[in-house]
């Protein structure tokens, strides 16, 4: 037995030595079954791999102006401007006070959008109003004189035409799927710097009563819109025609970021009935309508929306029913209506010949007049 301690004892030594060896070499083998490695697997890379991968942001709406773009035009226009001249020192001692008056030619710009193959050019009334002479000028550096189709002065929308070959034609989006905080990208014609890009979001739909048409139901947006951008197309991120840019709010006021569109589908229609008939046909009935005060209103025990019919013409449809001066509108065709813009609006939307039920309040009456419509004369 004492022969084979010596034996013995190296070979516990040699084991306990090849153990810690092993150990050394192999940490993982002291681990229980199914517990991670912490030298290959981080504790916090379980948590991350389970973790939904982020959507891809939107890095560039260079896609969308590309297509847009080219069908965005350039517009100049000449108008001759009469004005008055003060007399001067040597006037006055002459005694010659007779007015004076000379003629000059201003120099306007503005945007505008090809909507038809055809040559059919989109833009506010306001940037060709007046004007002598129109002409424009496409993306690619192409120049024609442009002809008025159409105008309509109450949307403050206009529709030329250029006879060109090969012209690229902007798509139409839907203006009634717009979202408040979607992406719009402005593209024009400010300060003459031509094909400028500008970017913002939809800060809010039907807005009205700005005093800038009479039928006013505009897209509020932030996106830079400035002198020059009238008439320039507001486009989605697919690069389609959502709005035409027409006004901003109190600049020289210092406020920015308050723009505003005409939704494509006003702008779809008023094309189609100018192409159509040279005109936009609408219902009248010969009122000016105003918006009943609050403080009225309350007095008066009104429901909500009532309007007062503020003047009307002689000889109108409105004036041969019956209807006077100061009746309270309180609905049309049964339904109440919400201001004196919305009115307006419905009585405009009424095909000529048709009949409308007005519901009054006249002093403490209530009463319903049938007011056959008649198209609106046409502005002078």
Do not use: C
Request: no cysteine; glycine share 10%.
């Amino acid at each position: 037995m004492r022969r084979f301690l010596p034996l013995i004892g190296a070979s516990v030594v040699a084991g306990i030595a090849l153990a810690f060896l092993a150990v050394a070499l192999w940490p993982q083998l002291l681990r229980p079954a199914g517990s991670p490695d912490p030298t290959t697997v981080p504790p916090a890379a379980a948590t991350v791999r389970d973790m939904p991968a982020p959507s891809p942001a939107v890095s560039s709406y260079a896609d969308a102006v590309a297509v847009a773009a080219p069908a965005v035009v350039n517009i100049y226009t000449a108008r001759v401007v009469t004005e008055r001249v003060d007399p001067t020192t040597l006037d006055e001692l002459l005694g010659d006070f007779w007015p004076r008056y000379r003629q000059r030619i201003e120099r306007s710009l503005g945007s505008g959008v090809i909507v038809d193959e055809s040559g059919l050019i989109v833009t506010n009334h306001h940037v060709i109003a007046d004007a002598a002479a129109i002409r424009v000028q496409l993306a690619d550096g192409r120049i024609a004189d442009a002809g008025i189709v159409g105008r309509d002065p109450d949307t403050d929308l206009a529709v030329l035409r250029v006879k060109l070959p090969r012209l690229p034609v902007m798509h139409l989006g839907r203006s009634d799927q717009l979202r408040v905080g979607d992406v719009v990208l402005a593209i024009g014609n400010p300060l003459g710097l031509a094909q400028t890009v500008t970017h913002g979001i939809v800060s809010a739909t039907g807005r009205g009563q700005l005093g800038v048409a009479t039928f006013e139901n505009f897209i509020q947006t932030d996106a830079p819109i400035n002198f020059g951008n009238s008439g320039g197309a507001l486009i989605d991120t697919r690069g389609q025609l959502i709005g035409i840019n027409t006004a901003v709010i109190a600049k020289n006021a210092g406020v920015e970021g308050i723009g505003f569109a005409i939704p494509v589908n006003l702008v779809r229609g008023v094309v189609n009935e100018i192409t159509l008939h040279g005109r936009v046909i609408r219902g009248w009935i010969g009122v000016e309508l105003r918006d009943v005060p609050a403080e009225l209103a309350a007095q008066l025990r009104l429901p909500r929306g009532g309007v007062i019919v503020s003047n009307l013409y002689v000889g109108s449809p409105a004036h041969r029913a019956g209807i006077t001066r100061w009746d309270l509108l309180l609905g049309i065709g049964g339904t109440a209506v919400a201001n004196a813009q919305d009115a307006l609006v419905r009585i405009a939307n009424t095909r000529p010949g048709e009949q409308l039920l007005l519901a009054l309040q006249r002093g403490e009456r209530r009463l319903q007049v049938a007011v056959t419509v008649a198209e609106q004369p046409a502005t002078p």
